[in-house]
Structures are given as C-alpha cells and as structure tokens.
C-alpha cells in the first residue's frame, strides 16, 4: 500500500466516524477558527524524478471548500482536461493522457482555497514540482507586489525564448508559469527552466489567467528577467499594480460664464502641467473669424475636470466653437479625437464679479506650520500681473516678514518667506482682496482675510536621512524619494528630491513607524508608473525599504540605505 493509499483509508475511517458527530463546525462557545488550511502530504514527492503515473495527490491539514481549491490549481505546462477526485481532505488531479517527456511540471495550488470552517485562505501559494525526465528545472524568480491589497495577485511568467516579445499580449495568450501573492505580496515561481522572462502582476478578477484591461489591475517589472546555469534565482522583483485607463478623455460642454469667461468640462481629469493657451482654438462659426485666448487657469484647483479660458470679447448669442489639442489626461491619453470640439453661443453677460479665493494651504488658527512652509492661494478668476501688495506677512503683529511671490497659474500664487520662519512664533499674513484685481479689472471694496497661527517646535519631530545605492537610481534627475507614515488608519507620505550623490533627507516627521521607497519618476507625472501590459511598457524603477523605521521627536535616523 502506498503512503497516500494509506492517508485515503484513515481519511475515510475519520469521515465514516465523523459522520455520527456533530458535524464538522467548531464547538460552540469555542474559539473562533483561525488557522490557515496546509498542504501536508503531497503524491510525488517534491522535485521527484522520472515520473510515469497518471495521478498527483494533495492532502489538507483541514477539510477545505472543494470549489476554491480547484479553482486554485494550476498547472505548468498547461494539461488540459484534468480530472479531480476527492477523498475527505484529500484532492487527486488525473491526467486523461500522457505527460510531456524530459519536462519539469509545476503545479500551483494558490491562495484562494479556504476552509470549510471559517472560510480562513491559504497564507501562502503551494507549489510541486516533478519532471518527467532525469533532471528538474532549478530556476527561480521572487518578489512582492507592493499594493493597500497585495494578497491573491496572480503572477504572469511567460518565458520569451520561444515568443516574439513584441506581439506578446497577455490578454489573448494564458502565461508559462503562474503564482500566487500569498502574505504581504510575496510570491515565488520555482523549477523555471533557463531563459528569458517576462512577469506581469495581475489581479485576476475573472480567473481566467488572462489580462483584462480596465478590469484587472496589473504591473510590470522594471526588465526581463535572464535565468542561466550560473544566475539561478533572481530576488527582489516587485511589482506595484494599477488599473490601467485605456480610454481617452472627452470634451463634454462648453458654458461661457461671461463675455470673456468659457469654462471647459471634460469626463476625467487632465494633467494640467500641459494646458497652456495655446491648446485651445475658437472660431466664429459663421464668419470663421479665431476668438483670441488669452490665458487659461482652473476653476476648481482641487479636481482638473475643468478648464477656464480667459477669451476676447465675445458676440453675444453668436455661434462658436472650441477645439481642444495638445490636452491629456492622467494616463497621458490625449483628449479624443471624436470629442475634442464643442459648439456654444457666446455671452454678452459682462465681467463684473470680484474673484474669489477658493483654495488656501494655510488657514487661520493654524498651529501646525512648518518653519519652511510655502503658502499657496487659488482664485476664482485670472488676475491681473500687479498682485504683490495684496498680501503682507508679519511676525506678531508689528514685525514685516520678508518673502517672495510666484505665480503658479493666471488665477494663482505661491508665497516662499525668504528665511525659515522662527520656531514657536506667531505669524499674522494678511490678504487685501481689494488689490486681488482680475483681469477685467474687478475687486472688492474694503476687504481683508487674516491668517493667524503658529509655528511648531523642530524638536517636536524626528527625522530620518540616508542613501540610495542601487545602480539603477545612478542618475538621480528624475529620483523621487518618500516616507509613508504607516502608524495612523490613512498613510501619510512625505516627499523629497534626492541629491546628486543618492542620499536624502526628511528633517522634520511626526512621530511613527515609517516605509521608505525611492522610484524614478520618467514621465515627470509625480506617482510611480506600473508599467503597461499591454503594448508592453515596462515599470519605472523603484527601491522598497525592507523593514520599517521607527520615528521619535529629538531623535535622528542615520544612515538608512536602500540597496
């Protein structure tokens, strides 16, 4: 009798005399069931040689949902037709024909499967391997997938020597090798034959080991991956995923407010670092004389769903119509070309409303700013260039702070105080709204907005500073280095640039345990790009620290690296 015979008879003894107990649900007034189901008995043996049956066999710590097991299993090569049988906490998969010769098998029983109980998942992936042949592939790729949910991402292999990596298309073509994300993002592939791969992280949600765009979330690795003789295990490659947008921004109305104002809606929101007035055109409809646009700004700086155009003068009830190019969206996709113009009837309603502020980084009573703060503020309406004396900055209420003025967009600006401000101090900045003048020459009459509050003591916060020594951060022109605050139920991140020799600081931090992570932002999007599976665009580069810091006021973090 083999040894999994043996475990099949008691296992049906077990069930026979379970069958006159109670059922299989926990004692009441018990403990909850909390333990992860195990594999604890496998039929071959791992890494067996020479395999010639028809049958591979698992057997479970716990009797677990059959549904999620066989759902869970997966096969490399693929073997179609496969049969399950089972036994009680036992699963045998029959194959109806032969199996390859000299092939090393893989078979993935992922972290789907639950149990009976509780419903409590794997923790981890199990993987058997065995070959047919005298020898088994010893190749390995492991990593993690760094997401908020990074537990049951499937991992796409697809070993290149035999595709053309140009045409290779996830979404039509099931992968070589698969795994499963089991605690913390981890995954392994094991027993790869040597060659060239390509990985994509995939949160299957149909389960059909295919990509499906704007369904699955998914992520590239920053490269291919080479498995030789000589470089058997490849480690540390992860992945972050994202839901890709494949479909491109639409333009969806034109209002104009005023003889001088049209405010553009669109159906996602733009990356405003490429809207200039030059991507808009007007035209009379009828004459097919150009309306002039002036200058563009955001009517609503906290989503960039719309735009407002600063116009020449338009005919009242005359017909226009704009044209859009040159605009994209978060995903760089530019605005459609099916929807990229809209009619609308001009207005003779005149400019006479004063603008308002509608965004402001520091508000009063503030007793939380930062010495090195800047100070931004948003307005409703373009303005004109003579700003400057609407704001002034004192320390109490007597002492002029000196700073400087930048003008982030036509209808904003941003305040930097020339020197750090003192610690434990009083600040006082007041906004005259009657010098915020827009360009149609409107403000109010006798209007000012104070801002009072405080700044905060240094020794109050920790900090943390260190050096990046992966070659691949080597020119740090577009390197982005951030501390995530992991203590508090929402992360909180704090950005910096890293230096020119790879190191980087973050002076002042709250207290609390800290992630750190450095990626090179390519396309000057601020967020690490996941890459594209689909044509394929590998990841941006990035470094996830290994452990967590912990963060205390007075006391410094020296020397972390992150390799």
Known sequence: MTRFTFFSAVGVVCALLLAGCAGQQPPEGGPADTEAPEIVSVYPAPNAVGFRDNRVAFEFSEYVDRRS?????????????????????????????????????????????????????????????????????????????????????????????????????????????????????????????WGTYRLFAVRDEYRDLLYNPEVDAAGTLTRDIVLTAADTLRDGCNFTIALEDTSAPRLLTADARTARTLVLTFNEQLDTTRIAPGRFSIVDTLTLRALGVTHVFLPDPARSLSVALRTAVQEKDAGYRVHVDGVFDLAAHPVSALARSVSFRGSGTPDTAAPRLVVSTVRDTSVRVRIDDTFRFDFSDALSPAINGALTFRLGDSVSVPFTLRRTSSAGVMLQPVKPLEIRSRYALRLRMDSVISLSGRGWKDSVTVFRYGTVDPDNFGSIDGVVTADAFADTSSVVAEAVNTTGKQEKSVRTVMRKDRTFSFPMLDEGMYALRVFSDHNRNGALDAGRVYPYRASEPFLIGRDTIKVRARWPVEGAILR
């Open 69 to 193: 097991v066989e759902d869970a299993v997966f096969i490399s090569p693929f073997v179609s037709d496969v049969e399950y049988q089972w036994s009680g906490r036992e699963l045998e998969l029959l194959f109806p024909s032969a199996l390859r010769g000299n092939t090393t098998y893989v078979i993935t029983i992922g972290t789907d499967v639950k149990d009976v109980h509780n419903g409590n998942r794997m923790a981890d992936a199990y993987t058997l391997a065995f070959s047919t042949g005298a020898v088994i592939d010893r190749g390995t790729i492991a990593g993690r997938v760094v997401d908020a949910k990074p537990e049951g991402v499937m991992v796409f292999a697809y070993r290149l020597d035999s595709l053309d990596a140009d045409t290779l298309n996830p979404s039509t073509l099931k992968p070589d090798y698969i795994n499963q994300t089991g605690r913390g993002g981890t995954y392994a592939l094991s027993h790869l034959a």
